[in-house]
């Protein structure tokens, strides 16, 4: 086909920056573009959770809070990133991980290219709350770097960040737990075993106050600390209604976030 059949002019027909041609970019991208990274995984989610949990459901709330916030806003998605740190499960064939320091180089790398569009702002949407304290570094190395403004949001904050969970997950619903298997039966039900969830709530830690997830203390744990299944939360309670409800505040949560950070200007910036 020739290229006076495949005019570069007009209104884009994606908001995938993958699937534009390099004249398109030139034109189409400002400096008030946004570009959306997504953030998934692929890891161990328990017995009844693929392992692209995490990864499906960064791509689908980002994809679907580009395609409504594109009306008002110059937004951009990239290609999600499939693997991240996910050592917490590294016991279990089939998860895929970078270290922490090859996922920061990426991250830098993904930064450098970015900086070579016009756009300046790079958002990261986490679907694993296993990368949000290094994403949280990565993103200032790419303030100091790369000149770009960086930002980081997630589905839904992570309990263990504090977010929250259902209130018979005692705030430690933080990995395949209702809301994450609800999400993934309302996005792809054919996934999702039921017939093997399970409870399983670290109860030694219900009672405390400081040292939990979510509480004033960290600590370090691998999923298999809490049991051979690797999940952590109750999946019982799930339901794709519920996953109805969980997307679309994600989503909407998502898009108003993108208008802050459209607006957004930091005082001193150069």
């Known amino acids: 086909m020739s290229s006076a059949a495949r005019p570069d002019h007009g209104p884009p027909a994606s908001r995938r920056l993958d699937e534009l041609r390099a004249p398109q970019l030139d034109r189409l991208l400002s400096e ?94 986490n679907g694993h709350g296993g990368n949000s304290a290094l994403v949280g570094v990565a993103n200032r190395e790419l303030r100091l770097h790369h000149g770009l403004m960086t930002f980081l949001a997630h589905p839904g904050v992570p309990p263990d960040q504090g977010g929250v969970s259902a209130a018979d997950e005692h705030g430690m619903g933080i990995h395949g737990g209702t809301d994450e298997t609800s999400m993934m039966l309302h996005l792809a039900p054919d996934l999702v075993d039921m017939d093997a969830a399970t409870r399983n709530i670290p109860e030694s830690l219900v009672d405390n106050h400081h040292v939990r997830f979510g509480g004033s203390v960290g600590f370090g744990w691998l999923s298999n600390d809490f049991g051979p299944d690797g999940h952590i939360g109750d999946p019982t309670t799930a339901t794709a209604g519920r996953g109805a409800d969980l997307f679309e505040a994600a989503v909407a949560a998502f898009v108003d976030a993108l208008g802050e950070i459209d607006r957004f200007e930091l005082p001193i910036s150069g």
Request: glycine letters at 4%; charged letters at 20%.
């Open 32 to 125: 008030r573009s946004i570009l959306i990274q997504p953030l998934g995984a692929v890891e161990q989610h328990g017995p009844h959770l693929p392992f692209n949990t995490d990864l499906l459901i960064a791509e689908r709330v980002a994809s679907a809070a580009v395609e409504r916030a594109a009306t008002n806003h110059d937004v951009w998605l990239l290609p999600p990133l499939a693997y991240t740190k996910s050592n917490e499960h590294a016991w279990s064939s089939g998860t895929i991980w970078l270290s922490a320091d090859t996922l920061l180089r990426v991250l830098d790398d993904i930064g450098r290219c970015v900086a070579m569009t016009p756009a300046r702002k790079l958002v990261f949407m």
